[in-house]
């Protein structure tokens, strides 16, 4: 163990002592004047989507004559994004989730981007919310996400209209040993805010308020609101100690595997799970995460990936040709969704591919009534504390106690 | 390196330091020459030299290769440090003088560069409140919250844009898409332009008293594009990368006599320099803020928030309690397996301890997760063999199955050790023991035992050290948890590490490294002093047994 440290401690340091380097100046690392565009361009993504992006990245260097350079960044996108800019080692283009935005924003990390009227237009309407972070458009969406409830149709042909039927068809299927578990919603012993959204939202329960431009709103935490503490009680009666639909036993790690291996007839989860599905070799459907029986609708956390245009670039016009003028282009998200098969942003490329992907087509049907996920900073406050009033009510708990204390850390949190 | 001569080395030619002095010959076998001699002439080889130029070309290579980034970020002192450093170390080698200062050097550089100044830069951290939305300078600040505030001038055309020059001054032609009327912007304004051709993209392609700019020309000039803007009526126009121009509008702008930023909607946000935030009348701060000094308030926040203080204690209590029973259950079952293989009956002991090695070889952070697995309430391992608990949901279970988890992946570490310890102690000595009709175990513990903790004393204090900071084991199995109703924000199994990492903002993707630094100096204070009063007891130890 002491030599896995080692290399732990010796990466640290030098990453500190680039800190350190850099911090023997007082001037920002990149002042307009003197920086020279150098006719390169520099992109940062994930491991999954670098290889996706690398001809289209390539493509635009050859028609404007720039190299363009396509970097995967393994893990903690976001914050080694944001480091980096700081020490002036950043890219000119970061590609992500557009609830990071508050944060690159309030860190100065990223510039506005100016999309015509007719750019606009050409997105999903939702895709354009979830980029709007204080009446300003910061990225390119390119894609969108959402859960969706995933049901094994060879055990129930026909989507649960209500909640009630699914936990009932569930039981039943429990009953007759056709399953192991009513559903399969990763949760886990850390909880999961985002794919209890739907159940959480459907019973009522939300976690901000909305200013009066209809932005979640900071200062206002709903989530001990009665509405709110009401919908924890139905999360409970769904838990471990009343159905048994949500269970901390069920996770990230082996929520989708379950689904694959007919432990569970239900699976809430997202796109990213198709391939697994697929694979598994029966047949399913997806639709949307069903309301319950007296209330309103479910509705899941829509996410968008978006392209930034760094503020401490080098290369910022080229930066912003290629998020503005480029990635706009229905062709190119057109190809970039061939690609890389996740709904369109480009109401244009979702219409084009309608066809030849029901899957990604009965996704973005399912988030018909999801929201963008808020990306405001205040969003960070809320997850921990959230997620551990949901696991202190599935496993029985009381629920005005943990909303009560939920609000308590994340207004004090917020509040710092 | 050697600095002897062997026979094919001696005609070599002198390295430069000791020019004038020959290299003192010596046959193979033959008699050690005068004692003074050898200590002031330096022998060398080929290889010595080989090896010399190696290191000093390898140093001469970082210089070279720091030098551009740092000119070009103006970091002064940084390559001053750097400059001077190199100077040292080329100096240092190659001079025949400093001998002990040639093999002190390295590591002392590595000693600062690593352990030194991530200390002290953690130091000066946690008197800032160095985080997210904190991260730089008031300018900075300034600049992002001008920049995020220009929005479009409503009405205004969404100009298609070709980047031009006219006596080698840069120029924007702009094409309205509407009307296809052509106008310049330069740095006094616009100006229509007649006659110029205008393809169906709205590209100019060419203009009387103008010179088109390729597009890849034009991206070479990135900067100049960015810093550009045509002054209008409404506000000035910019360029949207190579190919469009808006004309927008600051919503926002600083104003240096009241040190405010202002909006001409009627906004006030004066700059906080306690907070780093500009402020306005009720209270409510801008995004962008900037770093701050805040003196020891990061340490009182730790000492005194109720949310954290309140349980600082219980963590620190159960951090000791994983730490001790950490070392004390691995170095056990490790003393008892080596202990085991170290008896000369016992036949196959190279399989044993390659099996045995095995836990310790296999990737950490992925038997991590297959114990947090096993550990799983309804699928796992554990539940499949002593029946269905929520094991990692309760506190004593988590704690101990952590326990459990860590004996598992540290035992393999103290058993090599160990094993190591033991060929050192003579034979003879227990031997002695048992002719003097010492049982097997008090020859054990009045003998072997003794000795061995000579050696492996240093080892259990770092490995204290190690396991009183293991992130890795917490994070990955239990994340701190189980966590009571009411407290998300410690849980029964955190250490003051991982507590650290959550209050500090990492989890949720909003950092606050200031706080964070004042707790890691806790952290620091805790372990040196533990680790102080160790050493310095197992040094009284070391006085009586040797």
């Known amino acids: 163990m002491r030599i896995r440290t080692a290399g732990v401690i010796a990466a640290a340091g030098l990453l500190m002592l680039g800190v350190a380097a850099c911090g023997g100046t007082n001037e920002p690392a990149a002042t307009p004047s003197k920086d020279k565009g150098n006719g390169k361009l520099v992109l940062w993504t994930d491991p999954t989507r670098a290889p996706v992006l690398k001809p289209f990245a390539e493509a635009f260097g050859k028609e404007n004559g720039v190299t363009v350079e396509v970097k995967e960044i393994s893990e903690n996108q976001q914050q080694t994004f944001i480091t980096a800019s700081q020490q002036g080692s950043g890219p000119d283009i970061m590609v992500g989730a557009h609830d990071w935005i508050g944060n690159m924003v309030q860190n100065g990390a990223i510039d506005p981007v100016q999309l015509t009227a007719e750019q606009k237009a050409a997105f999903h309407p939702n895709a354009i919310k979830a980029v709007t972070f204080n009446g300003q458009i910061y990225g390119a969406p390119y894609a969108m996400e959402n859960v969706a409830l995933i049901r094994n149709t060879e055990l129930v042909p026909t989507a649960p209209a209500t909640i009630e039927d699914l936990i009932k068809t569930g039981k039943e299927l429990k009953a007759a040993k056709k399953v192991q578990e009513i559903l399969c919603v990763p949760f886990g012993a850390a909880g999961d805010v985002y794919h209890t959204y739907p159940l959480f939202s459907a019973a009522g329960g939300s976690l901000f308020g909305t200013t009066a431009s209809g932005d979640p709103d900071p200062s206002k935490v709903t989530v001990n609101t009665p509405e709110s503490i009401a919908a924890l009680e139905k999360m409970k009666a769904l838990g471990e100690k009343g159905e048994g639909a949500i269970k901390t036993s069920i996770g990230n790690e082996n929520g989708i595997p379950s689904f694959v291996q007919k432990k569970c007839a239900f699976l809430i989860s997202g796109p990213w799970s198709m391939n697994d599905v697929k694979k598994a070799g029966f047949a399913y459907d997806i639709t949307a995460v069903p309301g319950f029986a007296a209330g309103g609708q479910a509705k899941p956390f829509l996410g968008v990936q978006a392209f930034y245009v760094a503020a401490k670039g080098k290369s910022k016009v080229l930066a912003q040709e290629f998020v503005a003028n480029y990635v706009t282009n229905k062709d190119v998200a057109l190809a970039l969704y061939n690609a890389d098969p996740r709904p369109a942003a480009l109401t244009a490329a979702a219409d084009a591919v309608k066809s030849l992907d029901p899957n990604a087509e009965k996704f973005v049907l399912a988030g018909a009534n999801g929201i963008p996920m808020p990306a405001i900073p205040a969003m960070g406050a809320i997850w921990g504390p959230m997620a551990n009033a949901e696991v202190a009510v599935v496993k029985g708990g009381d629920a005005k106690t943990a909303a009560e204390a939920a609000a308590k850390t994340i207004t004090a949190e917020i509040n710092k | ?546």
């Open chain 2, 1 to 546: 390196m050697t600095t002897e001569v062997t026979g094919a080395g001696s005609a070599s030619s002198p390295h430069p330091g000791s020019s004038g002095q020959a290299p003192e010959q010596r046959s193979r076998g033959g008699r050690r020459g005068d004692a003074e001699q050898v200590r002031r002439t330096r022998e060398v080889s080929t290889g010595f030299i080989v090896s010399r130029i190696a290191v000093l070309g390898i140093v001469a290579a970082l210089l070279i290769y720091a030098l551009p980034p740092l000119i070009q970020t103006e970091a002064w002192t940084a390559l001053g440090v750097v400059g001077v450093v190199t100077a040292l170390v080329a100096y240092l080698y190659l001079t025949p003088r400093h001998i002990p200062a040639k093999y002190l050097v390295p590591g002392t550089i590595f000693l600062i560069a690593f352990a030194i100044v991530p200390i002290v830069l953690t130091f000066i951290t946690a008197f800032t409140n160095f985080g997210d939305g904190h991260r730089g300078t008031k300018d900075e600040a300034i600049r992002a919250i001008e920049t995020s505030s220009v929005t479009q001038v409503p009405g205004s055309p969404e100009y298609y844009l070709t980047i031009a020059e006219s006596d080698g001054k840069m120029v924007f032609l702009l094409v309205d898409p509407a009307t296809k009327a052509v106008q310049a912007g330069t740095a006094d304004g616009l100006s229509p332009v007649a006659g110029a051709d205008v393809s169906l993209t709205g590209k100019v392609l060419s203009a009387a008293g103008y010179t088109v700019i390729p597009t890849a020309q034009a991206a070479e000039r990135d900067a100049e594009i960015a810093a550009f803007s045509v002054p209008t009526a409404g506000g000035a126009v910019k360029a949207t990368g190579l190919s469009r121009a808006f004309e927008g509008k600051a919503d926002k702008s600083y104003d240096a006599a009241c040190d405010c930023v202002t909006s001409p909607s009627g906004g006030r946000w004066v700059a906080d320099e306690v907070e780093g935030y500009f402020v306005d009348a009720e209270g409510k701060h801008l995004d962008q803020g900037w770093k701050v000094d805040v003196g020891f308030a990061n340490f009182a926040k730790a000492l005194t928030d109720p949310t954290i203080s309140g349980h600082f204690l219980n963590v620190l209590i159960w951090n000791f309690v994983f730490a001790l029973s950490a070392v004390a259950t691995t170095f056990a079952l490790g003393m008892i397996v080596a202990l085991a293989l170290h008896s000369p009956r016992v036949r196959g002991t190279k399989f044993y301890r390659i099996m045995l090695i095995l836990p310790y070889a296999m990737p950490g952070f992925a038997m991590l997760l297959i114990w947090r697995d096993m550990f799983n309430t309804d699928f796992g391992l554990i539940s499949k063999l002593f029946g269905v608990h929520d094991w990692l949901g309760t506190p004593t279970t988590a704690r101990l199955g952590l326990i459990v988890i860590n004996l598992w992946m540290g035992f393999p570490y103290m058993f090599l050790v160990i094993t190591g310890a033991l060929q050192a102690v003579p034979r003879e000595l227990t031997d002695a023991a048992r002719i003097d009709g010492a049982s097997a175990w008090a020859g054990f513990r009045r003998v072997t035992l003794p000795l061995v903790l000579v050696a492996l004393t240093p080892l259990l204090i770092s490995s204290f050290g190690f396991n009183f900071n293991n992130f890795n084991n917490i994070k990955l199995v239990t994340n701190g948890g189980p966590y009571a109703i009411d407290n998300s924000t410690v849980g029964a199994t955190d250490l003051l590490i991982s507590y650290t990492y959550r209050v500090a903002g990492f989890d949720s993707g909003v950092a606050d490294f200031g706080f964070a630094a004042a707790i890691s100096v806790f952290i620091f204070a805790i372990v040196a002093t533990v680790s102080t009063v160790a050493f310095w007891r197992s040094r009284a130890q070391e006085e009586v047994y040797s």
